[in-house]
């Protein structure tokens, strides 16, 4: 498969970039027929994904729902029939913004006033569509064989929710037919594994939207599974020295001011509820409770380590287009813990934790998974507390675990 950089060669696509290649550039031939059918819709961002494509659009008043997925998706097959040649150029900072502003798509515009000035601006070109992007695509449209659009949600320009909220098109694209059909095929599995189906089908839980969105209740059979994965998890924990506590679902708003949540987490947080003279809030997670759990008396070096676990019913306000059953809901119920050690203790208790997650994971036969380090940012000055000396001791336990393990991991 022969490719376009942005340089202007055609070669022979690298196998390892095929996927994302086609990706992208399906993302490119679905703006051109959203524009054919939507001409007064501008454009913000259009990437290639781990699973396929999307591009975030403004439509102005028309609207762009799943059930006009079936029109620009026709429009789109009708692209690749033409033929059209992907093409590539360069333009100067100026002439680019000049651009971008006589065809009225003022994303672009802003989005060039984020680059560096030294930026290199590339445009692609397939017929009478010019996107700015940086490459590589196809050299023709007709090399698109195989894709679909999948769904069509909201997403904030920059990811922000004091911007205008846009319309995200969703899609997928293979390198042939028959990768669709199997990608076909694994969907209509996975609805029927869907847990939504198998809740409402096994009478587990339902929702209900007078009780509010993303707020399930567990049925009787529900909660009977419940009722025995939290002893299934409770004895383990207690045979490991867990301590269990019971925590209130509400904390003052001083509260997660003191542990820094509030400046960080707060747009994640139902509205505050004035009681008098105080404010509270729906706690969105444990770790300023178990933290005033421990300071509540003295400990010594000895007392540690401490480990105190909760099976803690917490409450965020998720947008209302994430929520998804009891997988993804505004009321969730996790298993929480918190481990107060020594330095010396970081590495013996995390394998701890690590045998644990995995002796689980074999009891339910889960074996698909992956294991993700998860690091600090050093220049983050803001969100992190500024010991480097703690943080890489940690952070190098952590990792020290993994590799005596012997887990594979990313980080």
């Given amino acids: 498969m022969k490719i376009l950089y942005n340089d202007g060669r055609v070669d022979e696509c690298p196998q390892s970039q095929e996927q994302e290649v086609i990706r992208h550039s399906a993302a490119h031939i679905m703006a051109q027929a959203i524009k054919r059918l939507y001409p007064n819709t501008h454009f913000a961002y259009g990437p290639a994904t781990e699973t396929g494509f999307y591009y975030d659009v403004d439509s102005g008043d028309a609207i762009i729902n799943d059930e006009a997925l079936p029109a620009i998706e026709k429009e789109m ?32 515009v802003q989005h060039i006033g984020d680059l560096p ?3 290199r601006i590339t445009f692609f070109r397939q017929g009478e569509y010019i996107d700015m992007c940086v490459g590589p695509h196809l050299t023709y449209t007709k090399a698109l064989k195989a894709f679909k659009l999948t769904a069509v ?19 997928v694209a293979f390198r042939t037919p028959d990768e669709l059909a199997e990608y076909e095929k694994r ?34 059979k529900g909660y009977t599974i419940w009722q025995q994965l939290e002893d299934y998890i409770k004895d383990k924990e207690r045979a490991l020295g867990y301590q269990h506590v019971l925590t209130p679902c509400i904390g003052t708003v001083g509260l997660y001011q003191t542990s820094g949540h509030w400046d960080h ?50 409450f965020r306000f998720e947008s209302s287009g994430t929520l998804k059953g009891i997988e993804r809901g505004r009321h969730f119920c996790q298993n929480d813990a918190h ?68 887990i594979q991991y990313t980080e």
């Fill in 117 to 119: 000035e030294d930026a």
């Fill in 187 to 220: 969907v209509k599995e996975a609805q029927e594994r869907d847990h939504r189906r198998i809740g409402k089908d096994m009478q587990l839980f339902m929702t209900d939207d007078l009780i509010g969105k993303g707020l399930p209740m567990f049925l009787p």
């Fill in 265 to 314: 987490y707060r747009d994640n947080m139902f509205p505050v509820m004035a009681v008098e003279d105080e404010k509270f809030v729906l706690r969105p997670m444990n770790c300023p409770h178990h933290m005033m759990i421990y300071a509540n008396q003295r400990h010594s070096y000895r007392d540690l380590p401490i480990r105190i676990g909760e099976i803690a019913h917490d």
């Fill in 339 to 406: 481990l107060f050690v020594t330095p010396e203790q970081i590495k013996s208790e995390v394998a701890s934790v690590v045998d644990l997650i995995f002796d689980v994971y074999k009891d339910f036969g889960i074996t698909d998974y992956r294991c993700v380090l998860s690091l600090r940012d050093p220049e983050d000055k803001v969100k992190y507390h500024q010991d480097d000396e703690m943080w890489d001791h940690a952070e190098t336990a952590l990792r020290d675990v993994l590799n005596d393990l012997g």
């Fill in 77 to 108: 097959q009708k692209i690749v029939k033409e033929n059209l040649k992907f093409e590539v150029f360069t333009l100067p900072r100026n002439e680019a913004i000049a651009l971008m502003e006589e065809r009225g798509e003022q994303y672009k």
């Fill in 153 to 171: 949600s909201g997403a904030y320009w920059k990811n922000d929710k004091n911007n205008k909220m846009l319309t995200r098109v969703k899609g």
